[in-house]
């Protein structure tokens, strides 16, 4: 954006501070009404013919701009990937504290990935685990939706489920 002094060409088509159409005038008066009013002459249309140019107060604009540019920053959510990690021969208590765990996750809205590990001999019980997986599919799956199915990639089984709120 260009303010005051910056514009250089001749004619500009000028809206004042009220909001209303002064019309094409030369850049010479325009600026003298802008600082008339104690204001600032500033480029918004530089691509029309002839530029558009507004009277206003460029500083408080900015600032305004500034806290309306942060407060939508504010109000973003930032979706985080947490793991929990699981090993085919997990006991029942074991596995009602990571269900509870990936629950607290869910209900904040991140997304939570499970990792099957398998180790030696394990591998011949893929079974177990989709067992395990389907288990924990069906505890969660009033907070939660699969994202990912389960899916083996070497030595370790993977599945992702995500909050149910980010359909």
Request: proline share 4%.
């Amino acid at each position: 954006m260009r303010i005051n002094e910056q514009i250089r060409v001749p004619e500009v088509r000028v809206v004042d501070d009220e909001n209303q159409q002064v019309g094409v005038i030369n850049v010479n008066d325009a600026l003298d009404r802008a600082r008339e009013a104690g204001l600032d002459l500033v480029e918004v249309a530089p691509n029309s013919s002839p530029p558009v140019c507004r009277i206003m107060d460029y500083g408080k604009w900015k600032y305004e701009q500034k806290k309306r540019d942060h407060k939508a920053k504010q109000k973003q959510h930032h979706v985080v990937l947490k793991e929990v990690r699981l090993r085919p021969k997990i006991e029942e208590h074991d596995q009602q504290v990571k269900m509870k765990k990936a629950r607290g996750f869910l209900e904040k809205g991140s997304k939570v990935q499970f990792t099957m590990l398998f180790r030696g001999r394990e591998m011949a019980h893929l079974d177990l685990a989709m067992e395990i997986f389907n288990v924990f599919k069906e505890d969660l799956s009033d907070v939660a939706k699969v994202e990912l199915a389960p899916k083996q990639q070497g030595r370790r089984m993977t599945m992702v489920l995500s909050p149910e709120h980010l359909k």
